[in-house]
């Protein structure tokens, strides 16, 4: 599908098929789909990672942005997904982009997405780059056709069943197949080949009825609940045969047209897939001419127990029956089908000759299913506005998807009757809300607790005390929040020196047997330059929490590794040495601070980073405070020749650097009062001491008008 390139204008995003189209555009050109504006993105036009020049916009999701690309060197054209930034210091967000990094990495064949690159930039941005793929999804094709015949079918599936095989075999299940993650892709021979995209993210879109269900945007809890098995649904352990249900139901959708489930609402939906049988197919579309084998072989797919599914995808397609004719073979070897007068129709944003737009038809479940979810649909109705509020937390979080849906609606209910103006109301809400937010991890006992689901509840259950009145009930929640964030902090310090100590121990293996490092930096496992950020940070909250040994631990191992793959002028280690004199310094390990020279190597790292930069150290305010802490140090060690010269020089450039607001200023100011106090220059340091009230006051001024012009606005 040809892409159009946007350097100038803005464009907006097709709401249906997620991809960027020109702005002058009313509706999409491929599908009509309504059009929602996006602002210019900065990065097109400009070159990423020093070799992807950045074309245009493909499509947005909840966790990243996909953009096509051409390589600079290789005058290849490919798509580089990019983690979004507010996401980059969210470890969970990252794993599970390097999760898909991992995942599709490892997978070679021809009915799969190639992900070639992995990476994280200087800035700290994670990026994906596969193989760019011309051509619809399956998703759009049934949009605009509404079922396949079941002789193209057969083909299709031998395909995905082809990949399934290969990605299964290497121990990697995909979890969320959905038409919409197989995208029919034009070979050279102008066959058409089927493409499996998206391992390992899930996606949600807040709105109801049958597309919502698709629930597309990346990073949620439920995947696609319209081909989710019935494992998957009650939060069980999933394993291969959870793929090989999800398939039936894309057999069974595009073979009719509609899926085999679909209820009012994505709970409702679930609620079948445990407990319905699926209509016959005759029920769906009563012109289907689906023959008995392939239709039983789907029955076969959707048991509800996988024990009576077929157990590897290997048994589907031995079972799947040969389509009638002589099928073409592409260059690859791949059978492929004559889907091309669809797709190339497709492509174009055209439906295909004698064929209406899709239209999912609707029938009667059993009435025990529409029992059970009553209650559950009532309560979906009320959670669609919650869904776009709060962000659900990951698949692999404890708790069922169930369960959690119950807590967000308690939640969203306890605000509701906060705003009202019924606090008690909101509190007895909230009590369940609390009991439900540990039950997900097993208890409040237990070492699987879901720390940021317990302290979201815990703090609104404080706000509703305050409102009520009850303040001896506040003081008790806020010593609970205390505790758990203690431990959640501490439980992710533990984590993220497990996975440094894994990186290491693959560092000297990788040493002991000869090998260059810097050949396997694209490995996930190696790529931490990016992970200086999450490192301080969990640093500094372990610091607050007085788990001095466990921050200083983390620090330590951080800066080992860090400076076997990067070199001991890697920047990221300036910040790692700054987080570890704090921590030394709460625990009054002053001398192994001078020891380790810790000041000195911060101001040593930031000046060589600006010279390999060719950046200005004038203009570096992060190396001027290097060169400040430095004089400070050998001030308050007597060290006077030392912090002179540090101090004094630190201040200058201070002065010219236009980063450096009046109350950091200050700080240089008095600083290097304090050295001329020690030294005895009593009437000197008083002046530089009035120079220092100076920019304070500015920096007072400027808050006071900021505060003023806020208060301004209407």
Request: glycine letters at 8%; one cysteine or more.
């Amino acid at each position: 599908m040809p892409e159009q390139v946007h350097t100038k204008n803005e464009t907006k995003i097709c709401l249906i098929c997620h991809k960027a189209v020109a702005a002058e555009h009313a509706k999409c050109p491929d599908d009509g789909g309504e059009l929602v504006n996006t602002k210019q993105d900065k990065l097109i036009g400009e070159v990423f990672a020093n070799r992807y020049k950045i074309l245009s916009v493909i499509g947005q999701g909840g966790m990243s942005t996909v953009y096509k690309a051409q390589h600079t060197y290789m005058d290849r054209v490919v798509a580089v997904k990019l983690l979004h930034n507010h996401l980059v210091s969210d470890p969970i967000s990252v794993q599970r982009f390097q999760q898909e990094a991992k995942a599709a990495a490892s997978l070679s064949h021809a009915n799969i997405i190639t992900v070639f690159d992995f990476g994280v930039t200087e800035d700290g941005l994670a990026f994906l780059v596969m193989d760019y793929l011309e051509g619809p999804s399956l998703g759009d094709l049934l949009d605009r056709t509404g079922s396949v015949p079941p002789e193209e079918a057969l083909d299709i599936f031998r395909q995905v069943l082809k990949g399934l095989c290969h990605a299964h075999r290497k121990g990697v299940i995909h979890r969320d197949l959905k038409p919409r993650n197989l995208v029919l892709a034009v070979d050279e021979d102008g066959t058409v080949q089927v493409k499996i995209v998206d391992f390992g993210i899930a996606k949600i879109v807040p709105q109801d009825g049958g597309e919502s269900q698709h629930l597309t945007q990346t990073g949620e809890v439920f995947g696609s609940p319209i081909y989710m098995s019935p494992e998957q649904c009650s939060g069980q352990p999933l394993d291969l045969r959870s793929d090989i249900y999800s398939l039936g139901c894309v057999m069974f959708e595009v073979l009719v047209g509609a899926p085999p489930f679909l209820g009012q609402n994505a709970v409702e939906t679930m609620s079948m897939h445990v407990n319905d049988d699926p209509p016959p197919f005759k029920q769906i579309d009563a012109q289907a001419n689906i023959p008995k084998d392939l239709e039983d072989l789907i029955l076969t797919c959707l048991e509800k127990s996988p024990k009576k599914r077929f157990q590897t995808t290997s048994a589907v397609l031995e079972a799947l029956p040969l389509p009638n004719g002589v099928k073409r073979v592409s260059q690859t070897g791949t059978v492929v089908m004559r889907l091309e007068d669809m797709s190339t129709q497709s492509a174009q944003g055209l439906p295909a000759k004698g064929k209406t737009p899709r239209k999912t038809k609707r029938y009667k479940s059993r009435i025990s299913s529409r029992l059970l979810a009553t209650g559950f649909g009532i309560a979906y109705v009320m959670l669609i506005g919650l869904l776009t509020w709060y962000p659900f937390v990951t698949a692999d979080d404890p708790g069922s998807p169930i369960q959690k849906m119950v807590w967000q609606f308690e939640i969203w209910l306890s605000d509701k009757f906060m705003q009202l103006k019924w606090p008690g109301i909101a509190r007895s809400v909230l009590d369940e809300a609390v009991d439900a937010a540990y039950n997900m991890g097993g208890g409040r006992k237990s070492k699987n607790i879901n720390y940021d689901i317990v302290i979201t509840s815990l703090t609104k259950q404080a706000e509703a005390s305050v409102a009520s009145g009850d303040a001896a009930k506040q003081e008790e929640i806020v010593k609970e929040l205390v505790e758990l964030d203690r431990l959640r902090w501490q439980n992710r310090g533990r984590q993220l020196l497990g996975d440094i100590s894994d990186a290491q121990k693959y560092v000297d293996q990788l040493k002991s047997q000869g090998q260059l490092i810097e050949t396997r930096m694209g490995e996930p496992r190696l790529n931490w330059s990016g992970s200086v950020q999450r490192i301080v940070e969990t640093a500094r909250r372990l610091d607050a929490t007085y788990a001095y040994s466990l921050e200083d631990e983390v620090l330590k191992q951080s800066e080992k590794l860090l400076k076997d793959l990067y070199g001991p002028f890697f920047v990221g280690l300036a910040d790692i040495n700054e987080q570890r004199a704090d921590c030394l310094l709460n625990q009054d390990r002053v001398d192994e601070i001078g020891q380790q020279n810790l000041y000195q190597n911060i101001k040593n790292i930031r000046e060589k980073h600006d010279e390999l930069s060719r950046i200005d150290p004038g203009n570096d305010a992060q190396y001027i405070r290097a060169m400040l802490h430095l004089g400070q140090w050998q001030r308050d060690r007597s060290e006077f020749v030392g912090a002179e010269e540090n101090l004094s020089k630190a201040l200058k450039l201070a002065e010219k650097c236009k980063s450096i607001t009046p109350d950091q200023l200050s700080e240089y100011y008095g600083s290097y009062a304090d050295l001329l106090q020690q030294k005895k220059e009593t009437a000197e340091a008083q002046s530089w001491r009035d120079r220092a009230a100076d920019e304070r006051k500015k920096a007072y001024e400027q808050c006071a008008m900021t505060g003023a012009a806020g208060s301004k606005k209407p």
